[in-house]
């Protein structure tokens, strides 16, 4: 597609700028050659045709523009109103609003209409110039690193990092699940698994979470830990309070101690109660996560006695 637009002044307006670029603007028809042409070749346009009246325009515009900045510099956003602008937007084959252009070397190679969701924004600018935003694995994984020992609160500021550019990022969702039980609020913590869509709930680390949940539900019937390791001191085969001291151990966000009872309990008595020792330690280990590096120590574990 050609585009000859004639030159001239731009009457534009700055609404954002970083690093002494304007990389937010509201253009026009006169300035659209030297916005978006001539700037396009040496970064990413985005031309967002809006129009006043228009609901899912307010909803993309501010998405665009955080996408936009992200990027630092390797991508532009430019606003049209099409109402000021109709013979622009007609030759540019504008059909409805909110619609986004994306030009890059003086032409346009791509397009979109309608208000995307944050991530498929990134996704397209991805496409234009490569990696968009923050590296969510990576923040991720610190931020579990960071709740493994022991600063749930900072960790939990990471984890809504990420859901703030990806609101259904199971890790992530998860991570915060996991940073209210530790500091107490499993109430609140139920209350936003109950709120999840029923796919995203089956997701293997929400129902993770899930587990811990019901772990930290029956803890809170049980003493507290000192009590109950009193009990075991002065009676080491009292299996029923071994059992109960690693629930509270898991409760008090001691998962080693709550595995070493367990074990413990399994290695005196296989049996007791059904087998609950080692059933108990497959719900632990799945509260706890494949990542959490006190679960594949313990499963060596296990699996040593099991077959000792």
Not at 58 to 74: D, F, I, T
Not at 80 to 91: F, H, T
Not at 107 to 123: C, I, K, W
Not at 204 to 218: D, Q
Request: hydrophobic content about 45%; overall charge negative.
């Amino acid at each position: 597609m050609d585009l000859l637009f004639s030159s001239g002044s731009s009457k534009t307006g700055r609404t954002g700028a970083a690093d002494g670029q304007d990389l937010i603007k509201e253009s026009n028809t006169a300035g659209f050659r030297a916005d978006v042409i001539e700037a396009s070749m040496k970064a990413v346009v985005l031309v967002d045709f809006w129009a006043p009246w228009c609901g899912p325009c307010k909803q993309l515009g501010p998405a665009l523009e955080k996408v936009v900045r992200e990027a630092k510099g390797a991508a532009r956003l430019v606003k049209i109103n099409v109402d000021a602008n109709q013979q622009l937007a007609a030759q540019l084959r504008v059909q409805s609003v909110p619609m986004v252009y994306a030009f890059k070397d003086g032409r346009p190679v791509d397009a979109f209409t309608g208000a995307l969701p944050e991530s498929e924004l990134r996704a397209f600018l991805k496409a234009l110039i490569g990696p968009v935003g923050p590296n969510i694995d990576e923040i991720v994984t610190e931020a579990r690193t960071l709740l493994t020992d022991g600063d749930a609160t900072t960790a939990a500021g990471l984890f809504q990092q990420v859901l703030q550019a990806e609101p259904e990022h199971p890790a992530a969702l998860a991570g915060l699940l996991r940073c209210l039980i530790a500091v107490g609020e499993s109430a609140q913590a139920e209350e936003m698994i109950a709120s999840l869509p029923p796919e995203l709930a089956r997701h293997s680390e929400l129902t993770a979470v899930a587990t811990a949940l019901e772990l930290a539900r029956r803890a809170s019937e049980i003493g507290e830990t000192e009590g109950l390791l009193r009990q075991v001191e002065a009676n080491p085969d009292d299996h029923q309070a071994r059992f109960d001291l690693a629930l509270a151990c898991f409760a008090e966000n001691q998962p080693e101690a709550a595995i070493d009872a367990l074990l413990e309990l399994f290695r005196r008595d296989r049996t007791w109660n059904d087998g609950a020792a080692r059933a108990e330690l497959v719900k632990l280990f799945e509260a706890l996560g494949s990542a959490h590096p006190a679960v594949s120590a313990g499963r060596r574990r296990l699996s040593s006695l099991m077959f000792s």
